[in-house]
């Protein structure tokens, strides 16, 4: 990754950079990445990603691997899920606890090998992730490496993602007999939340079938110094079915997913079940794991969860509004906004928020404060949008 030093700071850059730019990104900083957050506009990104395909450039993710003959027992004891369990080529979404139960970070875990596993971290959280892995795997048989600088991400989402990926030439699948046809039975084959291992033109390249987008897709994990070669190939494969994406639709459409963004609707400060995620935590599994205890203990039955709202009209709610009882001027306080926006698929504001348990039934009519006017919203069932729907 090349980085370049400005007014005493260093910003990182993707080594899609000069793709991006080529290509008229408007850029933005994001946990000291200058990355794109938009080419065109906002709403035409979204829609591709919805009605076709949209490629976004993730290189700022962190990748840390864990190595060993006891990998899997470190990373049960490490993190929330049941790690053990997974199967080589399988991935699972999990959380790094503190000891109180609250999030360091949401990961996606992916058991590349028997003794392998392939740790995914958001961009702030990198560093830390990495030392806290470090921490909690050393009594154990296995070793942890932060390969983030060596690995480069690309998603490309969308309904016809599938057909792009399977047309686009170079592929093949690692071992004897590598060919595109067996590339092409293996994405077909390749199951949600699965990933494969593949080459592009004799060079490795991890395929899997996971996103953020709520719709259908795949990430390539890949060498830096290969990623300009596969965008390039996949925009010249997909044409107009393949629009690049920044960081703002990608926000808009996992939104509208009703998937978290750490910082937002996940924190130290924040359990999973408040956010509805408890269900991810493995309580069953054997042996004690870091931040068992805290979970045990919960958050409180008066703790905030998390909930979707849905308005009319066009004002949208942001991140920090006040959520409130109703609109009269002496209406209480019950929560607070943690993401919204003006969804460009339903036509409609949307949001979540934080509120109080009372308040958090479906149907139950709340109002937001966006800057001063009470704008009604009603309580409804996360996701806003579900595939196909």
């Given amino acids: 990754m090349s980085e370049t030093a400005q007014a005493g700071t260093t910003t990182r850059r993707s080594p899609l950079h000069d793709v991006h730019e080529a290509l008229g990104a408007s850029f933005t900083d994001f946990a000291g990445w200058e990355m794109p957050v938009r080419y065109s506009s906002d709403l035409a990104e979204h829609h591709a990603v919805r009605q076709r395909a949209g490629l976004f450039d993730l290189s700022h993710m962190g990748e840390i691997v864990v190595v060993g003959p006891e990998a899997a027992e470190a990373l049960d004891y490490a993190l929330a899920g049941r790690l053990s369990a997974s199967a080589e080529g399988q991935a699972k979404y999990t959380f790094l606890l503190s000891r109180g139960g609250g999030v360091i970070d949401d990961l996606v875990v992916y058991r590349t090998g028997r003794d392998r596993y392939l740790v995914v971290a958001n961009a702030s959280n990198r560093e830390v992730v990495a030392a806290e892995l470090a921490d909690r795997v050393a009594p154990f048989d296995a070793e942890v490496f932060d390969e983030s600088d060596d690995v480069a991400l690309i998603a490309l989402q969308g309904p016809d993602a599938l057909a792009v990926l399977t ?223």
């Avoid at 490795?204 to 795949?218: C, N, Q």
């Avoid at 939104?255 to 935590?281: F, N, T, W």
């Avoid at 709340?366 to 919203?377: F, K, P, S, W």
């Fill in 167 to 389: 047309e686009t030439p170079g592929f093949g699948v690692q071992g004897p007999g590598n060919d595109h046809d067996d590339f092409v039975a293996a994405l077909d084959a390749l199951t949600y939340y699965r990933a494969v291992a593949a080459e592009y033109e004799g060079e490795p390249v991890l395929v899997a079938r996971t996103g953020y987008t709520g719709e259908d897709g795949f990430e390539l994990y890949l060498a830096p110094e290969r990623a300009p070669g596969v965008w390039r190939a996949l925009q010249e494969t997909g044409g107009p079915r393949v629009v690049p994406c920044g960081l703002a639709s990608r926000d808009t459409l996992r939104l509208e997913a009703g998937m978290p963004l750490y910082g937002h609707e996940l924190g130290l400060d924040v359990h999973p079940a408040q956010a509805g995620l408890g269900r991810v935590v493995a309580l069953a599994k054997e042996g004690d794991f870091v931040g068992r205890k805290g979970i045990e203990q919960g958050p409180g039955p008066d703790a905030p969860v998390l909930v979707g709202l849905a308005a009319e009209g066009r004002r949208a709610a942001r991140a920090g509004y006040d959520v409130v009882a109703g609109t009269d001027a002496d209406s209480p306080k019950v929560g607070v906004v943690t993401s919204g926006a003006l969804s460009p698929t339903l036509g409609h504001p949307i949001a979540m928020a934080f509120v109080d348990p009372a308040h958090a039934e479906p149907g139950t009519v709340l109002a937001v404060d966006v800057r001063g006017t009470r704008i009604e919203a009603s309580v409804v069932p996360l996701p806003f949008h579900r595939r196909g729907a």
